[in-house]
C-alpha cells in the first residue's frame, strides 16, 4: 500500500453514515502514551529517538488490528505527502514541523493511525463515522492493551499515564466529534453554544484540531481534562454535550425551515450552482459552499447528492489532494482551476446516477 492509494477510496470515517450522521462527521478516540525511563520526544537526543522509534515499530508488527497497516517514516514524505495525510486527519500539523525519527502506521481503510514520536512517544487514534465514540473507545481500548504487554509505559499511581503536555496526564485520552453546525451559525446562535460548551471543560477547535479555526460551519468538540476521571466518565460526559448539540442543531434547521425555507433554499441552490458552474475556485470558498449544499441534502432540498459524496469533495479538493490526483506540483492558481473543474466532473457523475 503506497500513499497513494488512499486516493482510490473513501475514509471509512467520511462514509456520511453511523448514528446521527447528518450532525456528526466523524467521532475520534486519542490516546497519548510515552515509554518509561526514556525523555519525551523534544528531550530526546538522536540515539534515544530512535531506540524508540525501533521499539514502538516492533511492538506495532504484532497488534492483529494492524496487519493491513503501512508504516511511513516521515523522513521519506516530500511536502505534499505529509500535507495529503493532515488533510486526511491521520497526522498533526504539529507531527510534520520536523521528521527526525519520526514514523505513521495506518490502517488501511484509515479508522487507525499511530503516530510515533509526536509530542508524545505514540499518538494512537481511532476514527469513525458518526457519533461513535465508545465503538471506537472498544478498538483503541484492545489495541493499548496488547502494546502494554510489548512496551513499558511511563505511569504513576498517583497521576496516571504521564505525557509531555499537563493537560494529558491522567487517563492520556482525548475524545473529539466533528460536527457540522450551519443552522446554529445561520441564525447566530453559535457563539452562545460554543461558550456554554467552553464553561463545561470542553474545548471547541477547526476542521484540522489545535491551532485551527471553524471552517465550513465545521467544529471539533472535545474533553479538556484527562486527570480525575475515568475514560468511561470522560465518554458519557462528551457523548451527552454532543447530543445536545445535535438536538439545538435540529431545533435550528427546524425552525429555518419553518420560518425562512426560502431563504435556505436560496443559500443552498447559489452553493450548488457556483460550485457546478464557477471556474476557478478556492479551497475556503469551496468547503463554504459544500458545507450549504450538504445542508441541503440533509434537509432533501438537493437529492442527486448523499453525504457520502459530499464528504468526498470536502477532502478531494484540498490542495495536496488535488496535487496527489495531478501527479505534480500545482501553483496555487492552477489548484483553483483544478479544484473547479473537479468539483464539476464529480457533481455531472452524481447528477446522471
Same mark, same amino acid.
Given at each position: 500500500? $503506497?500513499?497513494?492509494?488512499? %486516493?482510490?477510496?473513501?475514509?471509512?470515517?467520511?462514509?456520511?453514515?453511523?448514528?446521527?450522521?447528518?450532525?456528526?462527521?466523524?467521532?475520534?478516540?486519542?490516546?497519548?502514551?510515552?515509554?518509561?525511563?526514556?525523555?519525551?520526544?523534544?528531550?530526546?537526543?538522536?540515539?534515544?529517538?530512535?531506540?524508540?522509534?525501533? #521499539?514502538?515499530?516492533?511492538?506495532? #508488527?504484532?497488534?492483529?488490528?494492524?496487519?493491513?497497516?503501512?508504516?511511513?517514516?516521515?523522513?521519506?514524505?516530500?511536502?505534499?505527502?505529509?500535507?495529503?495525510?493532515?488533510?486526511?486527519?491521520?497526522?498533526?500539523?504539529?507531527?510534520?514541523?520536523?521528521?527526525?525519527?519520526?514514523?505513521?502506521?495506518?490502517?488501511?481503510?484509515?479508522?487507525?493511525?499511530?503516530?510515533?514520536?509526536?509530542?508524545?512517544?505514540?499518538?494512537?487514534?481511532?476514527?469513525?463515522?458518526?457519533?461513535?465514540?465508545?465503538?471506537?473507545?472498544?478498538?483503541?481500548?484492545?489495541?493499548?492493551?496488547?502494546?502494554?504487554?510489548?512496551?513499558?509505559?511511563?505511569?504513576?499511581?498517583?497521576?496516571?499515564?504521564?505525557?509531555?503536555?499537563?493537560?494529558?496526564?491522567?487517563?492520556?485520552?482525548?475524545?473529539?466529534?466533528?460536527?457540522?453546525?450551519?443552522?446554529?451559525?445561520?441564525?447566530?446562535?453559535?457563539?452562545?453554544?460554543?461558550?456554554?460548551?467552553?464553561?463545561?471543560?470542553?474545548?471547541?477547535?477547526?476542521?484540522?484540531?489545535?491551532?485551527?479555526?471553524?471552517?465550513?460551519?465545521?467544529?471539533?468538540? #472535545?474533553?479538556?481534562?484527562?486527570?480525575?476521571?475515568?475514560?468511561?466518565?470522560?465518554?458519557?460526559?462528551?457523548?451527552?454535550?454532543?447530543?445536545?448539540?445535535?438536538?439545538?442543531?435540529?431545533?435550528?434547521?427546524?425552525?429555518?425551515?419553518?420560518?425562512?425555507?426560502?431563504?435556505?433554499?436560496?443559500?443552498?441552490?447559489?452553493?450548488?450552482?457556483?460550485?457546478?458552474?464557477?471556474?476557478?475556485?478556492?479551497?475556503?470558498?469551496?468547503?463554504?459552499?459544500?458545507?450549504?449544499?450538504?445542508?441541503?441534502?440533509?434537509?432533501?432540498?438537493?437529492?442527486?447528492?448523499?453525504?457520502?459524496?459530499?464528504?468526498? %469533495?470536502?477532502?478531494?479538493?484540498?490542495?495536496?489532494?488535488?496535487?496527489?490526483?495531478?501527479?505534480?506540483?500545482?501553483?496555487?492558481? $492552477?489548484?483553483?482551476?483544478?479544484?473547479?473543474?473537479?468539483?464539476?466532473?464529480?457533481?455531472?457523475?452524481?447528477?446522471?446516477?
Amino acid at each position: 500500500m $503506497e500513499i497513494n492509494d488512499f %486516493l482510490n477510496h473513501t475514509s471509512e470515517w467520511l462514509r456520511g453514515t453511523g448514528p446521527n450522521s447528518d450532525v456528526v462527521i466523524s467521532s475520534r478516540i486519542r490516546l497519548a502514551r510515552n515509554l518509561a525511563n526514556v525523555p519525551f520526544s523534544h528531550r530526546a537526543n538522536k540515539k534515544q529517538s530512535e531506540e524508540t522509534l525501533q #521499539s514502538i515499530e516492533a511492538a506495532l #508488527s504484532l497488534v492483529e488490528q494492524l496487519k493491513k497497516s503501512r508504516n511511513f517514516h516521515l523522513s521519506d514524505l516530500d511536502g505534499i505527502d505529509r500535507q495529503f495525510l493532515i488533510e486526511r486527519h491521520l497526522m498533526s500539523l504539529e507531527f510534520v514541523k520536523s521528521s527526525n525519527s519520526k514514523a505513521v502506521v495506518i490502517e488501511k481503510d484509515e479508522t487507525i493511525a499511530i503516530m510515533i514520536n509526536e509530542e508524545d512517544h505514540l499518538r494512537i487514534q481511532v476514527l469513525q463515522s458518526g457519533l461513535n465514540l465508545f465503538e471506537a473507545y472498544n478498538i483503541i481500548s484492545v489495541i493499548d492493551d496488547m502494546l502494554s504487554k510489548q512496551l513499558s509505559y511511563a505511569f504513576s499511581a498517583d497521576l496516571g499515564f504521564l505525557t509531555a503536555c499537563p493537560t494529558n496526564i491522567g487517563t492520556g485520552m482525548r475524545g473529539s466529534v466533528m460536527l457540522h453546525l450551519p443552522a446554529l451559525v445561520m441564525s447566530r446562535q453559535i457563539n452562545r453554544v460554543l461558550a456554554a460548551v467552553s464553561k463545561l471543560s470542553f474545548t471547541t477547535r477547526g476542521l484540522y484540531g489545535e491551532g485551527t479555526q471553524a471552517s465550513g460551519n465545521f467544529f471539533q468538540v #472535545s474533553n479538556q481534562v484527562s486527570l480525575g476521571h475515568s475514560e468511561e466518565e470522560i465518554l458519557q460526559n462528551l457523548n451527552g454535550l454532543i447530543r445536545q448539540l445535535i438536538e439545538q442543531e435540529h431545533q435550528a434547521r427546524q425552525a429555518l425551515i419553518t420560518d425562512n425555507r426560502a431563504l435556505v433554499e436560496d443559500r443552498v441552490w447559489r452553493s450548488y450552482g457556483i460550485l457546478k458552474s464557477a471556474h476557478i475556485i478556492t479551497s475556503q470558498e469551496t468547503i463554504e459552499l459544500l458545507s450549504m449544499v450538504r445542508l441541503g441534502v440533509d434537509l432533501k432540498i438537493v437529492k442527486d447528492i448523499d453525504c457520502g459524496a459530499v464528504n468526498e %469533495l470536502f477532502i478531494l479538493t484540498q490542495p495536496a489532494h488535488l496535487q496527489k490526483i495531478e501527479g505534480r506540483k500545482l501553483s496555487s492558481q $492552477e489548484r483553483d482551476a483544478k479544484r473547479a473543474e473537479l468539483v464539476h466532473e464529480k457533481i455531472a457523475k452524481l447528477e446522471k446516477k
